[in-house]
């Protein structure tokens, strides 16, 4: 179960505050890409706290709630599908969590953030692999982040039912696929994946030659 001590370290050579750091949606084909960031009060914790994907849908609800009634602050930023496929889902998770820390009240002087890819932060940073497992306020900002995220998806599920981004999320699914393929992609699919592309043109898959120095590609009409 993740715990306080990673802050409490970064705590003794700053005054603070530190905020955990996490995304959510980053394999998704269609939707944002949502981050969250969260400045815990170390007397107010949460009991239940864990990396939001080894929680249940109704317990991400019931500690959303718990974590924005509790923390000093919470921050979430999102970046698009416009900027998805503009730049590429690493560069926009790093934008989408930029805009979490800068979203703050309360403004931090260290962010831990999950994983081990470092963005440009208005801040000091510094990464943790499985951080979500391991840090309480990573925890948090990955429970902020998911539900955040899940409620977009039903939102936007509501304009595009066919999808079933109500219960897929705008993953991959082989209900999503299905849906894809045969009503094409919507506003908000990522036109930079790959199976989203290959529907836009039209593709069915790629066929890799025995000795892989070309591919063909297969077409509907074919």
């Not at 892989?212 to 509907?220: A, E, G, K, M, Q």
Request: one cysteine or more.
């Amino acid at each position: 179960m993740p715990h306080y001590i990673y802050e409490s370290r970064v705590l003794k050579t700053i005054t603070g505050p530190v905020c955990g750091v996490d995304e959510a949606g980053r394999g998704p084909l269609a939707g944002p890409v949502v981050a969250a960031a969260v400045i815990l009060d170390r007397k107010r914790i949460p009991k239940g706290l864990n990396d939001s994907k080894q929680l249940s849908e109704e317990e991400r609800e019931l500690l959303f709630p718990q974590i924005m009634g509790s923390a000093i602050a919470v921050g979430v930023g999102e970046a698009t599908v416009g900027e998805i496929d503009m730049v590429n889902i690493r560069q926009a998770t790093h934008f989408a969590m930029a805009r979490a820390v800068r979203a703050l009240a309360v403004a931090a002087e260290f962010a831990l953030v999950d994983g081990n890819d470092a963005p440009a932060l208005p801040c000091r940073c510094d990464t943790l692999v499985d951080g979500d497992a391991r840090s309480v306020s990573i925890a948090a900002a990955s429970i902020i982040a998911k539900v955040t995220r899940d409620r977009m998806m039903a939102a936007l599920h509501d304009e595009h039912p066919g999808y079933g981004w109500l219960s897929n999320k705008g993953y991959g699914t082989p209900e999503h696929l299905t849906a894809l393929r045969s009503l094409g992609a919507s506003p908000h699919h990522r036109r930079s994946f790959a199976p989203v592309r290959n529907v836009i043109h039209n593709i069915l898959y790629v066929e890799e030659s025995p000795d892989s120095t070309y591919n063909t590609l297969i077409h509907r009409d074919s």
